[in-house]
């Protein structure tokens, strides 16, 4: 204890007590005021955390109101370019199979024709009527009835014997015809067949758009469930954000691999052209410049997609006309395989110095150089690395159009998240400071409690008075 | 506008980030002084180690020397070999058997020296690295440190070795030394007090196994 604040500094203990009795005094005058500023303190506090609170939770609940809007728009952009992606198969197919229906239409109906007409020519030609035979057998009674020898019976049998010929003739000319008739019909075989494997085709087709069109039902089902903006759909679509950000973070990750890969082939070789002294910050100058290359062939490889609208990042592209794209398709192919073809030189070029230096530090060890045998098979590999790389550097902007698109949901998400735990905690606080200024104000009381008692029991008494005088006033009255 | 504004000063603060101005310019210089004194001459096979290995260390664009040490070693004609090797690896590994051949040449052919100029030594490589303006640079004395100078020749004098680090390698014990080490201790304390008097940094290095994480090149 400083000795200024001892009464008497030869006595300690004494002092100390004092200053005990003082400071509790004090204390307990001092109660009801230092009580109202814990409480006052606490309150304040506890206000200030629920007001911070609300604060947030209304930032939270804002934000998770325009992440369930991103949300479902994107879900039913999504749909919207897989619904239009279906029609585009439609109506390719229809192009493809039913647009050529009027020749096929034309085919089917003179394949029709040829049969109608095959089958008109093949209709039975009767055989000789029953008159000649009813003739024959009249002019045979007539020759028995005149004799053998009259004039008449040799007429008639000379009558007999043309009818004869004539029906011997046309039954030769109806065998000919059914011979025809079968050689028609035997035609028509080829034609049938041909006509049947058309059907066939057509069939094919239309069970094909048939199929497209049921899958284009379910898609219109649910571009109406989220556009009506119900709690499944929106499930559904966050649990698939989910799903694409951490498919394409992991895609992404792999990427990168790739990329430094593809940066560990080319940065030593651009020493060589760039120079390996100058520095820009804290990185060479030639790693810059190779950093630079695969991100010019990243984004090469975004442009080229996008030109093939298999990525929408850029909506100008987007909109340019087919004609644009195409062409801009192809200068970003051009750009890629001269950088694939630099990068393949370049790791050719990075193998020669990496043999270089190790011929190097042999001979600087004192040991004979000696170019190892099949040392081409790594210098080939790292060739072929270098230019394929780049390519498959070119599909990086598919996962990364997914991670954009869902990594705006999952931030929007997981800080909303953030948030809720935020002001939760922040409440907490609030409590906890609103119950410890409740337990100091008994601690308070726990330090005074001599004078409180003393003071609880003045209080008693004289209470206990005033209830003892009005009795006895109460019975003297009586 | 603001937003063009905020970008721009984003952009800045990125490129002076990633540029980040460092006072130190980048490089290593070394100057490798050879003693080729009497009593020292026969270590110059290890002297010649010592110097391959360097040159398997030193990166394109680092400078390197050898100057022998003798009677006078203040001198352009006591520099062996001096290069800054170019910025493409290439060359530089062409340079680097220039100068192992040129170093072979000179220890095959080396003659004991009568004096040992240490000092002169020590001058002559701080200048050529001031020069040269390395970021970083060391003198490495491959020697006994037993200063032996001519009739009339003054060295007795501070050095200016600011940011300068001497390293002294496989200094061998004498005579005297084995008789009483405290010289050899007296010695190099001698050496010690001029080098960070100079504003230098004094090492000794005798086990050459070390030197990688000595030189810390």
Redesign the interface.
Known sequence: MPTWLMIWPENPALSAALLLVTLILVLYGARAPAHRGIQGVARAINQGCKRVAAALRGVQERLTDRTREVLLSEGLEDTERQIEQEFRRISDAVDRDLGAYPVLHRKLADQVARIDEDYQRVTDTPPAPESWTRTLQAAGELVRQAGDQSAAAKAVDALRTSIEDAHDQAMESYRDTSRERHELLARMVPAWRAMSSTLGRVEQSVAGIFERARHLDELMDRYREIARESNVAERKLATSTLTQFVTASLVLVVASLGGFINFQLIALPMSEMVGATSRLGSMQTSDVAALVIILIEITMGLFLMESLRITRLFPVIGRLDGRTRRQMAWAAFSILFILAGIESSLAYMRDSLAADRAALTQQLAGSTVARPEFMWIPAVGQMVMGFILPFALTFVAIPLESFIHSGRIVLGQVTAGALRAAAFTVEMIGFGADHAGKALNKLYDVVVFLPLKVEELVLTGRERRTRDVAADRTTSTA | MKRFNRLGSLVLAAVL????CSSTP??TGVFLLLDTSGTYAGELDRARSVI??L??TL???DSFGVARIDGGSFSEKDIIMRVTFD????V??DQ??VF?EQVGAFTDTVTAAAHTDITGGVLQAAEWLEEVGPGRRTVLIFSDMEEDLPEGFIRDFPMELEGVRVIALNVTKLRPDNVDPRVYATRLDAWRDRVEAGGGEFTVINDLERLDVALEL
């Open positions: 980030a990633l540029t980040g980048p490089g391959n290995y040159l398997g990166d394109p664009g910025s493409r690896p290439s530089a590994n680097k058997r192992m």
